[in-house]
């Protein structure tokens, strides 16, 4: 690999490039290799120092705080919920696990609190045990957005005795010194994220096309409000959502990613890490991925695994690979997107870890995956070529 600055230059014109063919966003990306950052950029109204909320990019970093329990003994991957909040049990939840709530395959609907219910502990839990399973834990997957994440920040305050977030800043954020990575954000604090710009009309046939099942304009503006008011909404960012509130810029979340690959300050058990970081454990189809396996790993993370399937709708113009993180990544890739276009992943095999992050949320579904895997792809061509 070439200095630095060679790198750098190359990686900013070809991300920019592809940045030119869809939209100009204001964005920023990271690039990490070695424990530190080699290359990083911004485009638009923003800099190096900007920040951003990375959406569904947050579960990771929540669950790497799970994982880190589980290390430590206090918790277990098969710790059942109900054992350590027995009210929860109520309507078929009695089975559920730490490990099903990791996976996605916890069988509760996708509950998303809202305000004002979000910001009471004991009214959260209230709805968490209202709860109905939809299958037979363990046996479906279905996209818990925030509801998993919510039931484990629960169990979290029930072992720990301290609130999620001071949890994750005490035992993850400040062992690694990452202190731009934020769960609630004070609405008077200067660590605020980028303001959020929609691009484009919402596309309700997108949807209905990818999950088979008729969504309407109205249901895709109600996920919309709900998903973004992560980055709106000042109240829900100080509350910090433990699936999708994380507010970070891309060198610090690339660095993260780093922290994973070595673990220089032994934040985890070594062998949990690499299980929770290579091991597939919900292979089960995933009716939006064309019915290509979910592929995820009880660190809250998709791997990209070896799956070459091409899904086309023709009906919507996707013609996309059906693999996590582009074509060029190696097979054990893991990390996790976000709304509106986070991107970040680690390549074991190349030893870096990547990120970008922007505030404009695309609202073209096809477009922006199409964006999402060019990026990606462009990241490994660059860094091979030095």
Known sequence: MTGDAALAAALTAEIGTVLAAHEAPDAQF???YG??????GS???VDDSS????????KPVFASLILQLIGQKELSLDTRIVDLWPEFGAHGKGDITLEHLLLHTAAIPGWFPVPP???SRSERARQAEGLVVEWTPGYGTGYHSVSAHWVMAEIVMRVTGKDYRAALRQRILDPLGLERIRFGVPVFDSHR???IRRIG?????QFTALFGAAVSLADVIAAEEAALAHAENAEVIALGTPGAGMITDAASLALFYQALLHDPRGVWDGGLLRIATTEVRNALP?????GASANRAVGGFVVAGNERTVQTIPEIGMARPVRWFGTRVSDRTFGHRGAGGQLAFADPDRGLSFVFLTSDYVRDVVQDERRALEIADVVIDVFDAH
């Open 35 to 40: 424990g530190r950052v080699i290359a990083q």
């Open 43 to 45: 485009c638009g109204a």
């Open 51 to 58: 920040l951003f909320c990375a959406f569904s990019a947050s």
């Open 201 to 205: 009309e919402p596309r309700p046939e």
């Open 286 to 290: 995933e009716p939006s991925r064309a």
């Open 30 to 32: 990271a690039l990490a």
């Open 193 to 195: 994220p980028r303001a």
């Open 117 to 119: 219910a979000v910001f």
